[in-house]
């Protein structure tokens, strides 16, 4: 079983940058692949972005692709999600979603229909303008 958390959620201004940390524990048995999920008051969950950790392809919604990165750190065991230049679009409980044993994602793991074994308990961004 796999833990998520997720941390570095806050307040920034449009323009500025934030950068999320989704830092995993447990026995993953070599490979884990990490999606991002975001959830707005009043909206659906949706994706963000999708990576794993012996994949160097990665993956982003229409929506973010271009402005946000997410980038792994496997010694540290954690992926972060930064967001550049988010707008008031862009505000949302942020979380983070992990299989075991993928090594290579596709553009389908953006997507809440991917088999996630595992959730984080989210962070919140807010942008203020």
């Known amino acids: 079983q796999v833990q998520l958390v997720e941390s570095g959620g806050g307040s920034v201004q449009p323009g500025e940058s934030l950068l999320l940390s989704c830092t995993y524990s447990?026995?993953?048995?070599?490979?884990?692949?990490v999606g991002w999920f975001r959830q707005a008051p009043g909206r659906e969950r949706e994706g963000v972005a999708c990576?794993?950790?012996?994949?160097?392809?990665?993956y982003y919604a229409g929506s973010v692709k271009g402005r946000f990165t997410t980038i792994r750190d496997n010694a540290k065991r954690t992926f972060y999600l930064q967001l550049n230049s988010p707008g008031p679009d862009d505000a949302a409980t942020y979380y983070c979603?992990?299989?075991?044993?993928?090594?290579?994602?596709?553009?389908?793991?953006?997507?809440?229909?991917?088999?996630?074994?595992?959730w984080g308990q989210g962070t919140q961004v807010t942008v203020s303008s």
């Open positions: 979603a992990a299989t075991l044993g993928v090594r290579t994602v596709q553009p389908a793991c953006v997507s809440l229909t991917y088999p996630w074994d595992a």
């Open positions: 990576a794993a950790s012996e994949d160097e392809n990665t």
């Open positions: 447990g026995q993953t048995f070599g490979s884990i692949a």
